[in-house]
């Protein structure tokens, strides 16, 4: 079992910054199996990756937020973490935490069908 709980969201106004965490227990603790992304969806659109965070600490961004934001992990907390700067009202979205099981040979895309465990998402609104 693999419970991922995400929290930090809120309200913020255009330009302000924002830090999510997500914290992982059960058998994703200090197993080093998996690698973990961010993803958010938005009113009346699909599920998007936001950044992902592999096993060798390399990180792929969206294009929407590259420059903005940042993927982090502190494996001693079991901890994700997603900093987010200079926010705009396009990034208001659901976010969500999500963990799949990867290798050195296996490396999950920046999209929802690789990813096997979910968080429950934390609200993340950005005024104009």
């Known amino acids: 079992q693999v419970q991922l709980v995400e929290s930090g969201g809120g309200s913020v106004q255009s330009g302000g910054s924002l830090r999510l965490s997500c914290t992982a227990s059960?058998?994703?603790?200090?197993?080093?199996?998996?690698?973990m992304g961010w993803f958010r969806q938005g009113p009346e659109k699909e599920r998007e990756g936001v950044a992902a965070l592999d096993k060798q600490g390399r990180t792929t961004y969206a294009e929407s937020v590259k420059g903005r934001f940042t993927i982090s992990q502190d494996n001693a907390k079991n901890t994700l973490y997603l900093q987010m700067n200079n926010m705009k009202p396009e990034d208001t979205a659901m976010y969500y935490c999500?963990?799949?099981?990867?290798?050195?040979?296996?490396?999950?895309?920046?999209?929802?069908?690789?990813?096997?465990?979910w968080g429950q998402g934390t609200q993340v609104t950005v005024s104009s």
């Open positions: 059960g058998s994703i603790s200090g197993n080093s199996r998996y690698c």
């Open positions: 999500a963990a799949a099981l990867c290798t050195i040979f296996y490396i999950p895309r920046l999209t929802p069908l690789d990813y096997n465990f």
